[in-house]
């Protein structure tokens, strides 16, 4: 009868102190087993300095590996400016031995890029002659002016009441 009092008063104040208990319980398990594997590893790292010189190696390695392939890309792209290098040599000795000969090299410097690359290039179209087209309106034509535009003359209204005396 007394439990049962007891029960009944404190019922579920018990009930929750008891969850709160097993939820920390939980928490505090696993923050210890945690601990406890840190210290293990550390121990482990500690005696076994094999597995320590072998991380070393396998990093030095990939260090190296990554260098050689740096160095590979450092050599490709030299190697490409000293073509590029050659290729402006080259268009420049021309242009000078055809202005030895008379010729324009305005007209070498647009046939060069043709030359080295055989295929339809989009970068050759030539674009249209001015001279072809007419133009649209008469040179003395501006559309700031206000002259020239023809019938139609746009004037603001006029401010203020439209209509006077009150």
Not at 22 to 45: E, P
Not at 51 to 79: C, D, G, I, T, Y
Request: charged share 30%; aromatic share 6%; with cysteine.
């Amino acid at each position: 009868m007394i439990v049962g009092s007891l029960l009944a008063t404190y019922g579920w104040y018990i009930v929750f102190s008891c969850i709160l208990l097993y939820v920390v319980f939980q928490k505090l398990s696993t923050r210890l087993r945690a601990l406890r594997q840190r210290q293990l590893d550390q121990a482990a790292a500690a005696v076994e300095p094999d597995v320590v010189v072998k991380r070393q190696e396998a990093l030095a390695a990939a260090r190296l590996k990554m260098q050689e392939e740096l160095n590979a890309q450092v050599e490709k792209h030299k190697e490409k400016l000293r073509q590029l290098e050659e290729q402006k040599r080259r268009q420049k000795i021309e242009m000078w031995d055809s202005m030895q000969e008379g010729k324009s090299y305005k007209g070498n410097a647009r046939r060069l890029p043709e030359e080295d690359s055989p295929g339809p290039s989009t970068s050759s179209v030539l674009p249209k002659r001015k001279s072809d087209r007419k133009p649209l309106r008469g040179g003395g034509y501006n559309p700031l002016s206000g002259e020239g535009g023809g019938a139609c003359s746009w004037r603001p209204g006029r401010r203020g009441p439209t209509s006077g005396g009150g």
